[in-house]
């Protein structure tokens, strides 16, 4: 059994398999096999934005058969085969949305939510904005929202329809952000309130 992160090779490939047998405290996720250690405790704004944007998507998708989850959440990325070592993407976005409940299990979700929120720490950035942003534009993800919690500003990035993201705009204080496929509207005020 595996009870410390010191005890794996981090140049090694690992399944989501090889994930489940982990009995460690430290959070890590899977990108193509690899292993990322997740930033330690979040700044209190990062936390302050998720939780009021959890908040938001909660009272939003009432009405909708659509559900909001939050990290910790297992998001299994499958390229091919739902089997568990044969999945060697496990990523745990700070919140995502998911209408196909098909993809929901007991360990989380299989398969690509339809929105995903990242928000950024310092030693997240290159992961958020680059691997995870290469990752969920091939795995289908709808809508990709980049929160940078210091700047009160967040970027969207759409699908195009060509399986590409297309950057739709920075959003700041004042602007309201249209989630077109789910029919809901957030505002930012809502999100940044200080």
């Not at 990322?36 to 209190?44: I, L």
């Amino acid at each position: 059994m595996i009870t410390h992160i010191d005890q794996l090779d981090l140049r090694k490939s690992y399944s989501y398999a090889d994930y489940l047998k982990w009995h460690f405290e430290d959070r890590v996720e899977l990108i193509q096999g690899k292993i990322f250690k997740m930033s330690p405790a979040p700044s209190r704004k990062h936390q302050q934005v998720s939780f009021r944007l959890g908040g938001i998507f909660y009272r939003l998708l009432i009405e909708n058969p659509c559900e909001a989850f939050s990290a910790p959440f297992d998001v299994r990325l499958p390229k091919q085969s739902s089997n568990d070592e044969e999945i060697f993407t496990v990523v745990q976005p700070d919140l995502c949305i998911i209408c196909d409940h098909d993809k929901l299990d007991e360990k989380g979700c299989s398969g690509a939510p339809d929105l995903i929120v990242e928000i950024l720490s310092p030693h997240t950035s290159k992961k958020d904005l680059r691997d995870k942003y290469d990752l969920y534009e091939e795995s289908g993800v709808e809508e990709y929202w980049v929160v940078y919690p210091e700047e009160n500003t967040m970027e969207v990035y759409k699908q195009n329809g060509l399986g590409k993201f297309a950057f739709d705009k920075v959003y700041v204080i004042g602007d309201i952000v249209e989630v077109n496929f789910l029919g809901i509207k957030v505002e930012m005020d809502e999100v940044f309130n200080s």
